[in-house]
């Protein structure tokens, strides 16, 4: 099935640095959504995007609606442990009949104390 | 309020049987999506739920079928289970059919296929 390209796969960082990943698709959409999903959970909404161009903070996240409506950026400031899990990116264009979201493979982020 | 939850957690069956798992939805929510989740991979849509009728399916096959009850909850039934079903498979509500995009998962069911 389709699903979006994230980057990177995974990173191992410092805990209190910043982190960076996105998330590209070829075709456009009206919606970006970021999830985070820890193990032995379901995906955890963390963010909804709505309008191309929009940036929308939730706490230390923050993530972007590119202008192009094809890629969305999520950023994470001053990272702490408990940050650790699976980052995916999902794409959708709401107002159709259908409800579907696109995921990407997802970022796997590594907090070291 | 209450989330969505799912059962059962986990379950084990063998080639060519039938499954069936079950989903209430987050309450004030009328629409629930099914997702299918590989090992390292991202959810992939299966179907939507909406007002008791199937309101959009992704590439499965007919062997994957659903029912919504008017009390929004779901049921995801596959049929002939074949190896590569393996899977944690996902459920998701939300409100108001394909209107919004802000879809809340409940934990998962971890299906093996032997």
């Known amino acids: 099935g389709q699903q979006l390209n994230q980057s990177p796969q995974s990173m191992f960082i410092q805990e209190g640095e910043d982190v960076s990943m996105n998330c590209t698709s070829s075709?456009?959409?009206?919606?970006w959504l970021w999830y985070k999903q820890e193990p032995g959970e379901g995906p955890v909404l963390l963010i909804a995007l709505y309008k191309a161009g929009e940036l929308t903070s939730n706490g230390r996240l923050t993530a972007q609606f590119g202008i192009t409506r094809k890629d969305s950026f999520l950023n994470i400031s001053a990272s702490i442990p408990s940050d650790v899990g699976i980052y995916f990116c999902?794409?959708?264009?709401?107002?159709?009949?259908?409800?579907?979201?696109?995921f990407g493979k997802g970022t796997k982020l590594s907090v070291k104390p | 309020e209450t989330g969505v939850t799912q059962s059962p957690t986990h379950l084990i069956k063998t080639r060519g049987q039938q499954v069936t798992l079950r989903c209430s939805s987050q309450?004030?929510?009328?629409?629930v999506s099914w997702y299918q989740q590989a090992l390292g991979q991202g959810p992939q849509f299966i179907f939507q739920y909406y007002r008791e009728e199937e309101n959009g399916r992704g590439n499965f096959p007919p062997r994957f079928s659903g029912l919504q009850f008017p009390n929004y909850s779901s049921e995801l039934n596959v049929n002939a289970l074949e190896l590569d079903d393996s899977a944690l498979y996902l459920c998701a509500s939300s409100s108001t059919g394909g209107q919004s995009y802000e879809q809340y998962f409940g934990p998962g069911t971890r299906l093996t296929v032997t």
């Open positions: 075709s456009i959409f009206n919606t």
């Open positions: 309450s004030g929510h009328n629409t």
């Open positions: 999902a794409g959708g264009n709401y107002g159709g009949s259908q409800g579907n979201l696109i």
